[in-house]
Nanobody, 126 residues
Framework: QVKFVESGGGWVHPGGSLRLSCAAS????????IGWFRQDPGKESEGVSCVSSGSSYTYYADSVKGRFTITRDNVKNTVALQMDGLKPEDTGVYYC???????????????????WGKGTLVIVSS
């Protein structure tokens, strides 16, 4: 059974940090690009950051460049998103997803219609 579990979300003040993690079971992440996507209630998903299968290529949405860092560990079958300098507009439910896109930018620009995990909620508020 394929299972993706996102964790690490929570409530933080603006300027704070969180580290999200996505762990896959029943599925090998190696060979796939992985992305983090954010979904706000009533809105479409937005690609936040994506990384290629070998970590050679990364993509960040303009809104998070310089603040977020995506890393993956193909041995542990996990992917992480370090989020620093958080802003209220970063609030949302974060999901991870996999694909075999032409580019990581293409992956992040075309969020999936559905997700395998339940996501993790991030709230940035004072």
């Amino acid at each position: 059974q394929v299972k993706f579990v996102e964790s690490g979300g929570g409530w933080v003040h603006p300027g704070g940090s969180l580290r999200l993690s996505c762990a896959a079971s029943g599925f090998t992440l190696d060979g796939y690009a992985i992305g983090w996507f954010r979904q706000d209630p009533g809105k479409e998903s937005e690609g936040v950051s994506c990384v290629s299968s070998g970590s050679s290529y990364t993509y960040y949405a303009d809104s998070v460049k310089g603040r977020f860092t995506i890393t993956r560990d193909n041995v542990k079958n996990t992917v992480a998103l370090q989020m620093d300098g958080l802003k209220p507009e970063d609030t949302g439910v974060y999901y991870c997803a996999v694909d075999r896109p032409l580019t990581v930018q293409a992956m992040c620009s075309n969020p999936p219609e559905d997700y395998w995990g339940k996501g993790t909620l991030v709230i940035v508020s004072s």
